[in-house]
């Protein structure tokens, strides 16, 4: 089993639609959860971080996270041409310098 | 504030040659991280050190891969010999790390180093 897996893509979505990005992680003891952008060619910048359970919002964006099941997930609202990338759960492990382990990404296009 | 600076940018080598890339933290970070990114696949750490300390190698291919830190600033990340499955891109990364509950987890990353072996 991965440390942290992405559904699988890519994921292609309409203008304006709602895009779903979704990550399960094996690790119960983890404590952080983040989720990074990359465009092609570009290193990863990261758009939240959510540490408890329940949902977080900052703009378009809402992470979700649920430590039972041990997912955690992404939503964009309104989705743009622009947010067409690859998009990285990360998740940092529980110790104090625990490491923080990505998924393998989710390409998201949004078309217009 | 200055980024974390990274070099070179671009490097083409054949196999079973060596090559070294350096990274320069964003200031005052305590934690600086190697990733190393395939084409199509998420970074993957090789190592990650607390000043000058190592905290994590444990997926560092030790054989070829060796790295350090200097002085717990300045980083350079060697590979010798390389191989045709080395090609990807070196991304180095800080963050603040410590205690005292100011570090989010963040991580600031570099443009990263691209590497091809022929």
Redesign the interface.
Known sequence: QKEVEQNSGPLSVPEGAIASLNCTYSDRGSQSFFWYRQYSGKSPELIMFIYSNGDKEDGRFTAQLNKASQYVSLLIRDSQPSDSATYLCAVKGGTSYGKLTFGQGTILTVHP | EAGVAQSPRYKIIEKRQSVAFWCNPISGHA?L?W?QQILG?????LI?F?NNGV??DSQLPKDRFSAERLKGVDSTLKIQPAKLEDSAVY?CASSP?G?GGLD????F????SRLTVL
């Open positions: 934690t991280y990733y696949q998420g970074p993957k750490l990650q607390q905290v994590d991304l790390g205690s989010t987890g963040e991580l990353f570099g443009e990263g």
